[in-house]
């Protein structure tokens, strides 16, 4: 009977940590595309059954479609999961070389089921979404502290306001003709 292989990558802004499951094997690459190319090579000759990626609020993104472009079956997990299952074997300690460890075991012991990942324009709605969201939050915070500012300080904060109500525009506008043109769905 062969090994069934299981990859957990730890995702930070500048780094991947890989560890292979059940041999322990770790490395680490940049988060980059020429440390993504690195990692394909060294993850294709083995006979994987899963890569997981814990997600992280978008430093995922880059690997997870490079990866999945190359073929290879990736799945992004819910932070919490990983967290909940990290205290469930005891594993409280936090390193990125732990972490990977742990979503690699987290991989073959619950074996998530390998989802379709969002295509290209669908990335981009989301992406648009959630810059839109950004700057709505940022309107409404800016909004809040003109309230208590200083004279001076409420006329940099108005010229930051309109700014951002600006691009609020601007992105509006992009969302709509993506929308009429159908672009976000071809």
């Known amino acids: 009977m062969s090994t069934e292989y299981f990859v957990g990558i730890d995702v930070s802004k500048d780094t991947l940590d890989v560890c292979v499951y059940p041999t322990q ?7 980059s595309p020429d440390g993504i190319d690195e990692l394909i090579k060294r993850l294709k000759p083995i006979e994987l059954r899963l890569i997981v990626f ?14 999945a472009a190359a073929g290879l079956p990736v799945v992004v997990v819910n932070a919490r999961q990983i967290r909940d299952f990290a205290k469930s074997i005891g594993r409280l300690a936090k390193t990125d070389s732990i972490d990977a460890s ?3 075991r987290f991989a073959s012991a619950v074996k998530p089921e390998l989802r379709p990942l969002k295509d290209s324009p669908s990335q ?9 969201r950004q700057i709505v939050d940022m309107i409404v915070a800016e909004t809040n502290r003109l309230k208590a500012a200083t ?3 409420q006329r940099d904060l108005q010229a930051h306001i309109r700014w951002l109500q ?3 525009k601007q992105l509006d ?13 071809h």
């Open 151 to 153: 004279r001076r300080n």
């Open 25 to 31: 094997d770790t490395f680490r690459v940049p988060n």
């Open 124 to 132: 981009e709605l989301t992406g648009l979404v959630t810059r839109r």
């Open 173 to 185: 506008d992009q969302l709509k003709r993506n929308i009429k043109n159908g672009a976000l769905w």
């Open 166 to 168: 600006k691009r609020l």
């Open 54 to 67: 814990e997600a992280t609020g978008g430093y995922e993104t880059l690997a997870v479609s490079t990866l």
């Open 102 to 104: 742990v979503i690699a």
